[in-house]
């Protein structure tokens, strides 16, 4: 039986490095597809998230790579070493949980080493000390986990992964036992790590801030399937689905019809409002159209104050809620066909803020704006329900 922290020493990787890659991978259970003819290529020293919601597959993708679950089809390689039916123990790769799972009889030092111990390795000492110095834990080492807070716990659990020196770092929701304050805490301490080790972290969370903190890419899954991958900043300025629009961050869509434009620009009616967008965020050849625009792209004006004047404007709103927190004030705004867009301002204090009830127009600039093909689902990844 395996214990937490056993890994076996890593194979030597193929030439052209260590990348994690899976190629046609399709998990079934009984009729349910949980993961959909996936390719996926992770390089070696990258920070990855798997981003989704409950049963979206992100589970059952980094179960199939730690070696829980077995790809129904597909094939998983590491530095070109085929580890699709390998035992866990057999892989060259280690998990963190949400449960920390340490030993509570243990010290933390003994809790670190404890992999190394049972493959009867050289040079403990040194090598845990050199962890605990890494996670920042060295006063720690000689406490039980008891006495410990969960982020030092989860620190713990941390260094007894990465002393086995895996070539994957599998992390499964790590950080969602945490307080919000702690969680953030964690999220930069994760990605110093990471970078001071060069390993290759696969994170697997349906928290979308944590997820654009630390990674350098992002894959955002649903039902089974990858709807977009790349840089966070990237997904969130040109998302490419209204599921991907919608559950990394908040977009506002609205019903547009494509009607012309010039080389560089599309132009779009919007309910009588004309919009403009840049041509190469529209999707080629659509017609009809969701124009999106996220709530911090937005600004309020009293009603007739603003011309069009180079921005997008749409008239005649009316402020029906304002939700004061903190950093910025959120408001909802009723457009005269009956739609409500929300809005995020800066709590700067330069200038007065608007009331419910109170008459406004919304403009932004037109290089915010993004469009999306409008047989898609207004509402996918708004809310989520359901188990992986």
């Known amino acids: ?165 895996p070539q994957v770092l599998l992390l499964d929701e790590p950080l969602g036992a945490l307080d919000l304050k702690l969680r953030r805490q964690m999220q930069i301490e994760l990605k110093r790590i990471q970078t001071e080790v060069g390993i290759t972290f696969v994170h697997v969370t349906h928290d979308q801030e944590e997820a654009m903190t630390m990674a350098d890419t992002v894959a955002v899954m649903n039902a089974g399937i990858i709807e977009q991958m790349g840089a966070p900043k990237e997904l969130y300025e040109h998302p490419r689905t209204t599921f991907a629009a919608n559950f990394l961050g908040q977009s506002n869509l609205v019903r547009g019809t494509v009607g012309g434009g010039d080389g560089s620009n599309v132009t779009i009616d919007a309910h009588g409002a004309r919009l403009v967008c840049p041509r190469d965020r529209a999707p080629a050849g659509i017609s009809e159209v969701w124009v999106g625009i996220r709530p911090e792209k937005v600004f309020l004006a009293g009603a007739g104050t603003e011309t069009a004047d180079g921005s997008n404007l749409m008239r005649g709103g009316v402020v029906t809620d304002v939700s004061f927190i903190g950093v910025s004030t959120q408001y909802l705004t009723r457009l005269p066909w009956g739609q409500e867009l929300m809005i995020f301002e800066q709590n700067s204090g330069a200038r007065e803020s608007f009331r419910v009830g109170d008459p406004v127009d919304l403009h932004w600039l037109p290089e915010h704006t993004f469009l999306l093909d409008a047989a898609q689902d207004a509402s996918a990844g708004v809310e989520i329900e359901g188990e992986d």
């Not at 040194?126 to 110095?133: K, S």
């Not at 920042?136 to 020196?165: C, D, H, Y």
């Open 1 to 165: 039986m395996t214990q937490p922290g056993d890994v076996q020493d890593p194979p030597q990787a193929a030439e052209g490095g260590s990348d994690l890659v899976l190629q046609g991978v399709t998990k079934r259970f009984g009729d349910f597809v949980a993961v959909d003819d996936l390719d996926l290529t992770v390089p070696q020293g990258a920070f990855f998230a798997l981003l989704g919601p409950s049963g979206c597959g992100k589970t059952t993708t980094l179960r199939m790579v730690a070696g829980l679950e077995v790809p129904t089809v597909g094939t998983i390689h590491i530095g070109g070493q085929d580890i699709s039916h390998l035992k866990p123990y057999k892989r060259p790769v280690n998990t963190v949980f949400q449960s920390y799972a340490l030993f509570p009889h243990l010290t933390i030092f003994e809790n670190v080493a404890f992999g190394l111990r049972r493959q009867k390795k050289s040079d403990v000492e040194r090598q845990v000390d050199e962890m605990l110095e890494l996670v920042e834990l060295t006063p720690m080492a000689s406490r039980k986990p008891g006495q410990l807070s969960g982020g030092q716990q989860q620190r713990v659990a941390l260094a007894r992964a990465l002393i086995n020196r």
